[in-house]
């Protein structure tokens, strides 16, 4: 769901996932995505300010075969509550390329709202493409729940 190139979407061989495994494990806020004990993809808390209470977040699936069957918005969820009732955040961002409308999509389904856009701030496939930055406020985030969980 981020925006690398378009055609990178492949199942990885399990070298690529050790090494793969490897560079997230020293990242504080990095979480592996699996799916039938398949890895699929990770999800992270970047810029974590725990003064300023804020992350961003980014998130990647890199197995075609599990994109548009409600992983991505599942990790999301599970982060978001994480960095709201753990690491008790205020705000949490995200940039989105914006040809990745299912990736906008989920994003809003977990209650991220549309703040701005930065022009042609990605070189993409040789063209350049908008970000679209994304929020959530805890208290937005705490709503949805409550709504929800009601």
């Known amino acids: 769901m981020y925006g690398g190139n378009r055609s990178d979407l492949r199942p990885l061989t399990e070298e690529l996932a050790r090494t793969w495994v490897r560079n997230l494990i020293d990242h504080d806020y990095a979480w592996i995505i699996e799916v039938g004990n398949r890895l699929i993809g990770h999800i992270r808390l970047d810029r974590v300010d725990l003064k300023d209470r804020r992350a961003s977040l980014a998130l990647g699936i890199e197995d075609r075969a599990t994109l548009g069957v409600g992983v991505g918005p599942e990790a999301i969820d599970l982060v978001l509550r994480y ?21 906008i999509r989920a994003y809003q389904k977990c209650g991220f709202v549309m703040e701005g856009r930065e022009r042609e701030a990605a070189f993409v496939d ?14 937005e985030f705490n709503g949805r729940h409550d709504l929800i969980e009601s």
């Open 83 to 103: 960095a709201f009732d753990v690491l008790k955040l205020h705000r949490v961002s995200v940039r989105v390329v914006t040809y990745h409308k299912r990736a």
């Open 126 to 139: 040789g063209a350049w493409h908008d970000d679209v930055m994304m929020g959530i406020i805890d208290r």
